[in-house]
C-alpha cells in the first residue's frame, strides 16, 4: 500500500533557505573532497582523471545521504500524523537540538577526515577509487538529515525539493572546487575552513528552527 505523504506550503521557505545554505557550505568545506584531491595529487592523476573521481564519490556520498534522508521524512510524516503540532513545534525544536548539537561538537574539534579512512599504499588506481567510493559512501551528511523530518511532515514534494538542492549544490559544488583547487592545494588555510564548518553549520540550523517560530 503506497504512502501519500501530506501536501502544504506551511515552513517550505524556511527549509528551501536553510538546505540550499547547508548544501552550499558542505560544497564549501574540504573535508571530503580535499583527500580525495590530496591522492589524486600524490598518485599523479590529471585534472580531468580528478574530477572524475570527485563525481563518483560526491555521488556515492550525495546517494547515501538521500536514502537515509528519505526515511526521516517518512518518519516525519508518521509523527505528524500522530502529533498535532509536530511542525508547528517539534519540527523546529529538533532543527534548534541538532543546531546546538553540531556547535558543542565544533568545540569537541570532531570531524570527519577521509584521509584517515582511505590507505591507497600499494594500492592501484581501481582499488584507490573503490576505496574512495565506498568511504563516501558510509559518511552521509548528517548536517542535511535534520531538514527531512521536518519536510516528510509538510510533504512528498518538500522531500524531493531539499534531496534535489542537496544532490545538484553539493555534488557540483565538490566538482567545481576540485577542478579549481587542482593546482592550489598548498596555497589555502583549507583547515581554518573546515574548523569553523561546525558553528556555521549549527547556527544555520537554529536560524531555521526559529524561523518556524515566527514565520507561517
Given at each position: 500500500m503506497a504512502v501519500s505523504l501530506p501536501v502544504h506550503n506551511f515552513g517550505m521557505e524556511q527549509l528551501?533557505?536553510?538546505s540550499f545554505i547547508l548544501s552550499l557550505l558542505h560544497a564549501l568545506i574540504p573535508n571530503h573532497w580535499l583527500p580525495i584531491l590530496a591522492i589524486a595529487r600524490k598518485e599523479n592523476w590529471s585534472r580531468?582523471?580528478?574530477v572524475g573521481v570527485t563525481f563518483l564519490a560526491g555521488l556515492a556520498h550525495a546517494t547515501s545521504t538521500i536514502v537515509i534522508g528519505m526515511g526521516l521524512g517518512l518518519l516525519?510524516?508518521?509523527l505528524s500524523k500522530e502529533?498535532?503540532?509536530?511542525?508547528?513545534?517539534v519540527a523546529p525544536g529538533i532543527l534548534i537540538a541538532l543546531g546546538l548539537f553540531f556547535i558543542w561538537q565544533h568545540y569537541r574539534h570532531k570531524h570527519f577526515h577521509l584521509h584517515r579512512e582511505v590507505t591507497v599504499k600499494n594500492r592501484n588506481k581501481r582499488q584507490i577509487i573503490g576505496m574512495l567510493t565506498v568511504a563516501?559512501?558510509?559518511s552521509p551528511c548528517l548536517e542535511?538529515?535534520?531538514y527531512y523530518p521536518a519536510a516528510g511532515a509538510i510533504g512528498?514534494?518538500?522531500v524531493a525539493t531539499i534531496s534535489l538542492i542537496y544532490l545538484i549544490i553539493s555534488v557540483g559544488g565538490m566538482l567545481a572546487w576540485v577542478s579549481w583547487a587542482y593546482t592550489k592545494i598548498t596555497h589555502v588555510n583549507w583547515h581554518k575552513l573546515e574548523h569553523n564548518a561546525g558553528i556555521i553549520t549549527g547556527l544555520v540550523l537554529i536560524l531555521t528552527g526559529l524561523l518556524f517560530f515566527v514565520i507561517e
Amino acid at each position: 500500500m503506497a504512502v501519500s505523504l501530506p501536501v502544504h506550503n506551511f515552513g517550505m521557505e524556511q527549509l528551501i533557505i536553510g538546505s540550499f545554505i547547508l548544501s552550499l557550505l558542505h560544497a564549501l568545506i574540504p573535508n571530503h573532497w580535499l583527500p580525495i584531491l590530496a591522492i589524486a595529487r600524490k598518485e599523479n592523476w590529471s585534472r580531468k582523471e580528478t574530477v572524475g573521481v570527485t563525481f563518483l564519490a560526491g555521488l556515492a556520498h550525495a546517494t547515501s545521504t538521500i536514502v537515509i534522508g528519505m526515511g526521516l521524512g517518512l518518519l516525519g510524516y508518521t509523527l505528524s500524523k500522530e502529533i498535532e503540532f509536530f511542525t508547528s513545534l517539534v519540527a523546529p525544536g529538533i532543527l534548534i537540538a541538532l543546531g546546538l548539537f553540531f556547535i558543542w561538537q565544533h568545540y569537541r574539534h570532531k570531524h570527519f577526515h577521509l584521509h584517515r579512512e582511505v590507505t591507497v599504499k600499494n594500492r592501484n588506481k581501481r582499488q584507490i577509487i573503490g576505496m574512495l567510493t565506498v568511504a563516501m559512501f558510509f559518511s552521509p551528511c548528517l548536517e542535511i538529515e535534520a531538514y527531512y523530518p521536518a519536510a516528510g511532515a509538510i510533504g512528498w514534494h518538500a522531500v524531493a525539493t531539499i534531496s534535489l538542492i542537496y544532490l545538484i549544490i553539493s555534488v557540483g559544488g565538490m566538482l567545481a572546487w576540485v577542478s579549481w583547487a587542482y593546482t592550489k592545494i598548498t596555497h589555502v588555510n583549507w583547515h581554518k575552513l573546515e574548523h569553523n564548518a561546525g558553528i556555521i553549520t549549527g547556527l544555520v540550523l537554529i536560524l531555521t528552527g526559529l524561523l518556524f517560530f515566527v514565520i507561517e
